[in-house]
């Protein structure tokens, strides 16, 4: 089936809501899909555990939605794992879109800015949201954003870099607004409605040694930025081939079965939207699904 919208009688893979300055480019996600390609450790164990969660939803056909999906091959394993699920890829920026549109031509993309988001209410199932609301300034507003567009009852998962105060020329490079705190995106998450069904950390056991290196880079952050880059590039292809590393990743993704971790590199929060909202109604519909509909835009 090919995914995409119809607007006033044409389709269009990639629907397009416009865009403002991002704290992301084009050039960064090319550069971590270079780099990091799509096995580096940290991210295969990421993306297994946004599908477990996708996996809470439960029985039926349900609209699951990655916000921030740029290159990754997140949408491509919810596809695997959930073949039941109508997927929706969104993003900020429309370079990755397009070139995912062209990957997963069965899959529909909308670009939009998530502080503004165009969904109605209570619109979607799921939502995974990997490594994003760092990125944007207004990180309340953005959650906010998700907790509406979700069903009663449905599911997102969060992710986010761990500890305020390891904020260095990685963060710096790759536009951070900040790093988190679990009991502040647990915070956050309450105070616009969700209920937190599970907390937890990515990145246990390798934290000792993360720690170390954010410290040493953190005085490095009045380098020019070729110098960050360099360091950057060079510290994620380290991590990527690391076995040491690899082992360590896999190993908690084993053990965090059963366990919550106190603390690692990113934070982890499975939410639940609990109280009923209003239902979604549209004059857009995604192509193949008529009966699930998604709000309507003057041009593509």
Same mark, same amino acid.
């Given at each position: ?107 529909? $993309? ?83 409605? $969700? ?8 990145? $246990? $056991? ?95």
């Amino acid at each position: 089936m090919v995914g995409g919208f119809d607007v006033g009688g044409q389709r269009a893979r990639v629907l397009c809501c416009g865009s403002d300055v991002s704290n992301w480019s084009d050039a960064l996600a090319a550069l971590h899909e270079s780099l990091a390609g799509r096995r580096h450790p940290i991210d295969l164990a990421s993306r297994s555990l946004a599908v477990d969660s996708m996996r809470r939803i439960g029985e039926g056909h349900p609209i699951v939605i990655d916000l921030g999906c740029s290159l990754g091959p997140i949408l491509e394993d919810l596809h695997r794992s959930l073949p039941h699920a109508h997927l929706i890829g969104a993003d900020y920026l429309l370079g990755p879109l397009e070139k995912q549109a062209e990957r997963l031509p069965e899959i529909p $993309f909308l670009q939009f800015d998530l502080r503004k988001c165009p969904l109605p209410d209570a619109c979607v199932d799921g939502v995974t949201c990997l490594n994003v609301l760092e990125h944007i300034d207004d990180d309340v507003a953005a959650l906010g954003h998700i907790f509406r567009i979700i069903r009663p009852g449905g599911v997102a998962h969060i992710e986010l870099p761990a500890g305020p105060g390891l904020y260095d020329i990685y963060d710096q490079y790759l536009m951070h607004h900040r790093r988190y705190k679990l009991g502040h995106l647990l915070t956050m998450a309450r105070r616009v409605g $969700f209920v937190v069904e599970r907390a937890t950390h990515l990145g $246990f $056991f390798a934290y000792p040694g993360f720690w170390a290196v954010k410290k040493r880079n953190r005085r490095r952050l009045g380098l020019p930025p070729e110098d960050r880059e360099r360091i950057v590039a060079s510290q994620i292809q380290w991590t990527c081939s690391s076995r040491v590393f690899g082992a360590l990743v896999r190993l908690e993704l084993a053990l965090g079965r059963a366990l919550s971790y106190p603390w690692g590199i990113r934070c982890i929060a499975i939410l639940r939207k609990p109280a009923p909202t209003t239902g979604c109604a549209s004059s857009v519909a995604m192509s193949g699904h008529p009966s699930r509909e998604l709000p309507g835009h003057d041009g593509a």
